[in-house]
């Protein structure tokens, strides 16, 4: 099979879903958004893959300049091409369904989740194929500070405290989620050297817990990252 992946910036690839792929067989064709582009011909393409990033939704051509094309991919193959996204990602795909997105916020404060927390998924969620092999209590790396509200006819998958909206399916296999299991240790590194000043600001994080967090984690997060990648290619191909 040959995935489409939609990377945002250099420190947010694939990470561990590249060796999900091989591991299955899978081809991806990496665009690389951050330098000029031509958007691929989606029905070259068995499925998409959207990586997260630090833009928001929200924010206009100049934070995000591939924001208008990304999104009119997605519109236009709805219904046509299986979709899954993390982080931004997920919140390009609600957005994409008629969702709002915005910062998350709990009493006007700004409300992040940074580190490796827990989702809890619902039943339906218990239930989805996306899931199979799961625990109902999923450890997750989460890295945002943004929500989105729930769209129009999507079955809602999985929650936290901090955010109630983690996780969605639309349709039979259209995925979208806050949270993330694809980064490897050296990716959480990438983002503690450069997102230094998002992360501290309105947050609190021990960056030398966190990054011992994610050698210690990695073993979980790699059998996670396959498991839900063999779900996903099984929705895609059964």
């Not at 099979?1 to 561990?16: A, I, S, T, Y």
């Not at 100049?62 to 931004?88: H, T, V, W």
């Not at 989105?148 to 999985?158: N, Q, S, V």
């Amino acid at each position: 099979m040959k995935f489409l992946v939609f990377q945002h910036v250099p420190h947010e690839p694939p990470g561990m879903l590249t060796d999900a792929a091989k591991g299955r067989g899978v081809d991806f064709t990496i665009v690389e958004l951050w330098k000029p582009y031509v958007m691929a011909a989606a029905d070259e393409f068995d499925a998409l893959v959207i990586m997260g990033s630090p833009m928001g939704v929200y924010e206009g051509k100049e934070q995000y300049p591939s924001k208008d094309d990304e999104l009119a991919f997605i519109r236009e193959n709805l219904g046509k091409l299986p979709m899954i996204g993390f982080c931004l990602g997920g919140q390009l795909l609600a957005h994409a369904l008629g969702a709002r997105v915005y910062p998350n916020l709990t009493d006007g404060k700004r409300q992040k989740e940074v580190g490796y927390h827990t989702v809890e998924l619902t039943p339906e969620g218990a239930a989805d194929p996306l899931f199979k092999g799961f625990p109902s209590t999923v450890k997750v790396l989460q890295w945002h500070g943004d929500a989105f509200d729930l769209p129009e006819g999507t079955t809602l998958l999985a929650s936290s405290a901090a955010c109630q909206n983690q996780a969605f399916r639309h349709g039979t296999n259209v995925y979208g989620m806050l949270f993330h299991n694809e980064f490897t240790p050296e990716m959480i590194d990438a983002e503690l050297s450069l997102d230094k000043e998002w992360i501290q600001k309105d947050y609190s994080v021990d960056e030398r817990t966190l990054r011992d967090e994610a050698r210690a984690n990695a073993p979980l997060m790699r059998e996670q990252c396959n498991r839900l990648f063999g779900n996903f290619c099984d929705i895609v191909a059964p």
